[in-house]
């Protein structure tokens, strides 16, 4: 019945644009006019309107029961096959709900009229439609026609739902594209939360187990060796407290992950993230060559992650040492190298180097190749992307 | 007699307190430490330890690579304990594979560090069979090799004894459980161990899993 109430605007609109256009053009091109203006290209443009698309797939589920997934909306763009598909639901609401209202409306006093033809003298009007059945008992056969007539029309508005039922999901639902998309941006976010959990889980395990194996040792020697035992006493503090700043950092990544779903970071961020690393008082020299627009989303945001990582490392285990940043997008291949000098003043401190295999595990989802090591001096990573599946 | 032993893992602090621990043992002394695979083999051959406890993530040389390289080039070489954060970690098992006769959780007290130390020097039992099991569990071959261990030509009481090696008895529980000599025991432990071209228990009761000669849900390996 939505429909029914949602075609007299159109019905009325079209009633005065051909009474306007009635005197210049003629009766027939003024209806036909204001029919096509009003009946179709209006709807049309109505449907194509995305809060209109909204409550449409609202209704469809409320009144028709059926199950439209919501396409998640990218960037806040509706595609337009997606807007035409809503602009076709929308007129064959509007035609269906318009059809079926009219008919509710005219078919009660015609169906009383009918009824009483038999027993009139003249010619009986069907309620108020134009035309007439003679009176007398020579019309008893409207009667039976006259009473069965809102039973068909019962099951032409059940029909007529089903037939909506049927196509709201194609019109209404996410495009194959669409379902696509959604189902990709689930996979990376899944991985992603893969990912922090398995850096939890090492980092968290491997202060644990230095807490567990020092306060073991402690144990043992305390009779014999004090300054071991203080010392086994001050590692652990300072690794439990590690372990402990790893897991915030971790659960509020995934605590702030639907706030992050906005735009992850890519290539075209990094002068951003090389300055916000500067300011945390890290020397970072960058030098970037080649496009970097010409390179793939995925790539691109992968290979900002392991900037990202690298600079993290380099600041965890090396300090304050001038970092140095290579990028190279050439035609076939995204390559990036890192390098610092190693600290020797520091001990290199680190569960087989935790945030490298986050980067190995980026590198090997991207068929690309990772080597990481101390070279002459500098701790180095380099790493090679593939910028297309078979290159 | 006094077993040697060479600490590798790249954090510092789990060599100091592992060293500390083995140190407090009388029969026990650390004879070096490194801090990569790499310096595996030449600290091996200079320091003759009878065992290397080995941490299995190494950001240069890891310690599966580490462990085929050490028995690849050194002769007679050392017992390799394979040091572990997690008991689920699927480098232990490639480590066990590569050659490791054993593993041992970092997490592990103290006693059970020191107790599997001298239980792989021995060579006589197994260590963590039912550990072991679930390893081999989680890695079998989704279909065994045809023939299993037939190629192997083990006699009936050598695939016995092979089970009972799989369950962790050692030799004496061996010979008791089947009524014959302690001395009988070892030499069929000999035999099996040559017939598979393995050079400890852990590495037959491998092969034995991965063969499917024994099936890692065979109840008659329960007792491990």
Redesign the interface.
Known sequence: MIGAALVAPYVTLTGFVALALEGGVGVVAAWGVAIAACCVALPIATGMLAPVRALEIAAARLLLGVEVSDAEVIHGEVSWSTRWRSAAWFVAHVVVGGVIGTLTVVLPPAVVSACSAPFATGDVQLGRLDPTVPGGPGSAWIVPLALLSPVALVYLAVAASALLARVAPRLLGPSPAEQLATVQRHAVRLAERNRLAREL??SV??A???V???A??????LDR?IP?ARQ?LT?IET?ARNGLRDLDHVLGLLRDDAAARAPTPTLADLKRLVASTRSTGIDVTAELTGRIDDVPHVVSSEAYRIVQESLTNAARHAGHVPVSLNLNVGTDHLELELTNPLDASR???????RG??GIQERVTSLRGQVT???EAGHWRIAVRLPLHPTS | MNLGVLLVDDEPLIRSGLRAIIDAEPDLSVLGEADDGAAVTPMVRRLRPDVVLMDVRMPVVDGIEATRRLLANVDDPPRVLVLTTFENDDYVFEALRAGASGFLLKRAHPDEVVRAIRLLAAGDSLLFPAAIRELAARHAPAQAPAGGLDSAGLTDREAQILRLIAQGLSNAEIAAQLIVSAETVKTHVAHVLTKLDARDRTQAVIRAYHSGFITPRDPYTNGG
């Open positions: 889980h090492d395990g491997h644990l187990s230095i567990t194996v020092q073991s040792a402690a144990g043992r020697v060796d071991f086994a590692d690794s001990p290199r401190r680190s569960g087989g180097g490298l295999n990481a090591g101390p």
